[in-house]
């Protein structure tokens, strides 16, 4: 079953990682506190979105064994 609500959070996290990347880019001067945390946000929030669907979606663990 999906968790919606920590979807949801994750998802806050790639959003959120991803706008502190775009504009440090962006801006005149470079922080590289705002890339490092970033980055960091986006990564946990793509780690943890896969591995949830991972969880969701168990199709592929049966088909496999099916054809063991």
Do not use: H, R
């Amino acid at each position: 079953m999906i968790d919606t609500k920590k979807q949801a959070l994750f998802t806050a996290f790639i959003i959120i990682g991803a706008a502190l990347i775009i504009y440090d880019l962006t801006g005149e001067n470079e922080n590289v506190y705002l890339k490092v945390g970033g980055l960091l946000l986006l990564m946990i929030g793509l780690y943890n979105s896969t591995k949830q669907w991972t969880k969701d979606n168990p199709k592929d663990d049966q088909d496999s064994s099916e054809n063991e």
